[in-house]
């Protein structure tokens, strides 16, 4: 009953930026922490950031300075803006919600299939 989509990925040259987008839907009943995490190739998944529903972020540094998380609670939507994109930030970029539904009382994370982000000259 929880679905998590993204949107935004796609091709764009080093220095360019993307903003990518999750939307949560379901029966949802709150959201605690939103966040984004990204598979490279070779390389395990690792977190890039997190907001909570109070507005704290916390970034990787590799892309502190350059990528920005934000949300929409209204509309159970998290965003990452991400601008002046490097080659090494190519990966798949998958959304993550810490939430509670009408099933369970408590948070449970739900995942989204991901989107890829190419970043190549």
């Known amino acids: 009953q929880v679905q998590l989509v993204e949107s935004g990925g796609g091709l764009v040259q080093p220095g360019g930026s993307l903003r990518l987008s999750c939307i949560a839907s379901?029966?949802?009943?709150?959201?605690?922490?939103m966040g984004w995490y990204r598979q490279a190739p070779g390389k395990e998944r690792e977190l890039v950031a997190t907001?909570?529903?109070?507005?704290?972020?916390n970034y990787v540094d590799s892309v502190k300075g350059r990528f920005t998380i934000s949300r929409d609670n209204a509309k159970n939507t998290v965003y990452l803006q991400m601008n002046s994109l490097k080659p090494e930030d190519t990966a798949v970029y998958y959304c993550?919600?810490?939430?509670?539904?009408?099933?369970?009382?408590?948070?449970?994370?739900?995942w989204g299939q991901g989107t890829l982000v190419t970043v190549s000259s």
């Open positions: 993550n919600a810490e939430l509670r539904t009408v099933y369970s009382h408590r948070y449970l994370k739900f």
């Open positions: 379901g029966n949802i009943l709150s959201i605690n922490t």
């Open positions: 907001i909570i529903s109070g507005g704290s972020t």
